[in-house]
């Protein structure tokens, strides 16, 4: 898929400068920009669910207290044994 930018030109500016100082081309400090700023916004949509935040809260717990399985055998074994539950 082809896209055209039309920046304001001081943005443009800013771009090249970062690009040549990354040493990166400037398509590649546009697609870095754009996925910088989605995963901000994807951020910012987790810290504003107060469910995910608690879902993260309970997984680090679980992680700290080592009460975690590693490999597809150990959650198929995992799954097993709360389906004969």
């Known amino acids: 898929m082809a896209m055209t930018l039309r920046l304001d030109p001081d943005l443009d500016a800013e ?22 700023f989605l995963a901000v916004r994807e951020t910012a949509e987790v810290v504003a669910d107060p469910e995910a935040l608690r879902a993260l809260a309970e997984a680090r717990q679980a992680v700290a207290d ?16 709360r389906q004969a539950s």
Do not use: F, N, W
Not at 15 to 35: F, G, K, N, W, Y
Not at 66 to 81: E, K, N, P, T
């Open 66 to 81: 080592g009460d975690i399985v590693y490999g597809a055998d150990a959650v198929r074994s995992l799954v097993r044994g």
């Open 15 to 36: 771009l090249r400068a970062a690009a040549e100082e990354d040493r990166r081309s400037l398509h590649q400090t546009v697609v870095l920009a754009i996925e910088t």
